[in-house]
Nanobody, 118 residues
């Protein structure tokens, strides 16, 4: 079992930046991939970005490419999501996720709110 705790959400003006953090604990040796998803009010949860734990290969949703960067520190069991050039449509609860196979996430954090004002 992997436990995930997110932090770093908040309120920012359009064009601003935020950096989300996700700390993993528990069976971190089982992690193959970590990612970020988001869910806006009235919408389904959607994929944002992912990174493989060992090789560091990344994958991004088209809507965030060039603006968001996912990174990780294996020694600290932490993954970050650097979000630049934020838009009001980025407003959502952002969830950290972990999985032991490619693009399959079984562990989820509690979520952190990101609000971008226009």
């Amino acid at each position: 079992q992997v436990q995930l705790v997110e932090s770093g959400g908040g309120l920012v003006q359009a064009g601003g930046s935020l950096r989300l953090s996700c700390a993993a604990s528990g069976r971190t040796d089982s992690i193959y991939i970590m990612g970020w998803y988001r869910q806006a009010p009235g919408k389904e949860r959607e994929f944002v970005a992912a990174i493989t734990w060992s090789g560091g290969s990344t994958n991004y949703a088209d809507s965030v490419k060039g603006r968001f960067t996912i990174s990780r520190d294996n020694a600290k069991n932490t993954v970050w999501l650097q979000m630049n050039s934020l838009k009001p449509e980025d407003t959502a609860v952002y969830y950290c996720a972990a999985g032991n196979t490619f693009m399959t996430f079984r562990s989820w954090g509690q979520g952190t709110q990101v609000t971008v004002s226009s």
